[in-house]
């Protein structure tokens, strides 16, 4: 990557080692040598005191000064003659001596040497010179000793320029392996620092995508493991608040729908209600008017005209008492109580209540069953949907007038169904029967008082007690069925 921190860890490391190393060699090839030049000044003032010191306090033969005298020689690598006043060699550190001895009796003499002075005491020059035979360049320091000899001591400046190019070289074959090698450990150093913070921009990457399965795994105690631990805490934060909020928004739209759909529910309901009582009312008022009017005088039409405002006005009571169950059922406020009860006995005790009923309409019923069977269920509300179906049944006989009541066991689960001989109820009109005011046949329903309640009223219950019902077509009629637990 162009911008990877890594490459710029490595970049910045590298730079500054490089221009670390640079300035090293660039002060060590400017300043260096002037450092070994003062360093062999320094050499040669101590020596010269040194020397100096020694013949104050031993003669110049004596075994001590002849120790003393070697050493600075040999550590320093000095060449170093000593003349009497009579210009003759007393100690020397050379096997020749002959041109060191010109030398100083040239300065002696104010010769034409060419000479740039350094630094100058009392007794002694600290000077460079260059020897125009040997080609070479000198420091030198000559001069008299307290006790009068004549002293000359001089160290070739070539070792110290060979000294500085030899410590330049060097520095700069080892800055450069330096700076190879450095690239190499940076790069591996900085691979193991910027490896977690890639893996904490993938995990980021995919966060972003509402990926949130992606965990920091890698231990440690550092800032970045901090970093990656505080990006998981999120990770399950986010995935958790966006959860709710999904949560929330199904539970926003449910309810909205809801809200809506309980809107055209009431206004279905208004509609239907009204329309419902709107009959009866009209009827129980015009026929009310020709009472008051007095429009017949006869006994037989006023007992008619009450039978009529008598008849209307039960249809709307058992409306409003229906639409009041059904709200009672659907709004959960009505308690459901569990029992166990014999099936049978209250089919039979139905069917009984109805016998005026069926023989006034020529219809047959046939139920063949005897045994007792239980189930667990709300009786009241059972006998409720049985006397439905039933009700149904009746008023929609037709053809051989024939109603079979069956109970079916299956496993743990019994099933009463109740089928009528007529004519099928068509298959698009199935989904709306045990919707509120739904009449498959409007003109029949109205004929027999029927509001369209009575199916919903089914639903509602069996609802409440989580057990299933439907209807079934046949050839030659229908059946309605319901299921209980016979357990």
Not at 24 to 30: G, Y
Not at 387 to 409: D, F, M, P, W
Request: include cysteine; hydrophobic fraction near 40%; proline fraction near 1%.
């Amino acid at each position: 990557m162009k911008h990877s921190i890594k490459t710029q860890f490595a970049l910045i490391f590298i730079g500054l080692m490089t221009g670390t190393i640079l300035l090293c060699w660039f002060v060590n090839n400017t300043f260096l040598e002037k450092v070994y030049l003062q360093n062999k000044e320094h050499v040669l003032l101590n020596a010269y005191r040194n020397i100096d010191t020694s013949l104050t306090q031993n003669e110049i033969e004596s075994d001590d000064f002849n120790l003393v005298f070697d050493q600075i020689c040999s550590r320093n690598s000095l060449d170093v003659l000593i003349l009497d006043t009579e210009t003759q060699e007393l100690k020397s550190s050379m096997h020749d001596s002959k041109l060191l001895n010109e030398r100083l009796l040239d300065y002696l003499l104010g010769g034409n040497t060419v000479a740039r002075v350094l630094k100058q005491g009392d007794n002694y020059i600290l000077q460079t010179t260059q020897d125009p035979r040997m080609n070479t360049e000198y420091i030198e320091l000559w001069g008299t000793l307290e006790n009068g000899n004549l002293i000359i001591m001089r160290s070739a400046m070539d070792s110290i320029q060979d000294s500085a190019d030899i410590s330049n070289r060097f520095l700069a074959c080892i800055g450069l392996a330096a700076i190879i090698l450095s690239a190499f450990v940076i790069s591996y150093v900085s691979g193991k620092v910027t490896k977690p913070i890639w893996e904490l921009v993938s995990i980021s990457e995919r966060m972003t995508h509402l990926d949130f399965d992606a965990k920091y795994k890698i231990a440690g105690k550092n800032e970045i493991a901090l970093l990656g631990d505080h990006m998981n805490q999120l990770s399950t934060t986010l995935e958790e608040t966006i959860s709710e909020l999904k949560t929330a928004n199904n539970e926003l739209q449910s309810d909205l729908q809801k809200k809506t759909e309980i809107d055209e529910m009431r206004k279905e309901f208004l509609s239907n209600v009204s329309h419902e009582l709107k009959t009866p009312i009209a009827l129980i008022q015009g026929y009310a008017e020709g009472l008051k009017e007095s429009i017949h005088d006869d006994e037989e039409s006023k007992d008619f005209y009450c039978d009529v405002i008598m008849d209307e006005a039960n249809k709307m009571n058992t409306l409003v008492k229906n639409l009041l169950e059904l709200n009672q059922i659907e709004s959960g406020n009505d308690s459901i109580v569990m029992e166990r009860f014999d099936v049978t006995e209250l089919i039979k005790n139905c069917i009984q209540s109805v016998d005026i009923l069926l023989k006034q309409d020529d219809i047959r019923v046939v139920f063949d069953e005897d045994q007792p069977v239980y189930v667990w269920s709300d009786e009241f509300k059972t006998e409720q949907v049985f006397r439905n179906y039933l009700s149904n049944a009746i008023h929609y006989a037709a053809g051989q007038k024939l109603i079979e009541v069956k109970i079916e066991r299956n496993g743990g689960t019994v099933r009463i169904t109740v089928f009528n001989t007529g004519d099928p109820i068509a298959e698009d009109a199935i989904p709306q029967l045990w919707t509120k005011f739904y009449k498959v046949d409007k003109a029949r329903t109205r004929e027999y008082g029927g509001s369209g309640i009575g199916l919903s009223i089914v639903k509602a219950v069996m609802d409440s007690i989580n057990q299933k019902y439907g209807v079934q077509n046949y050839d030659n009629g229908v059946a309605f069925w319901f299921e209980l637990d016979g357990k």
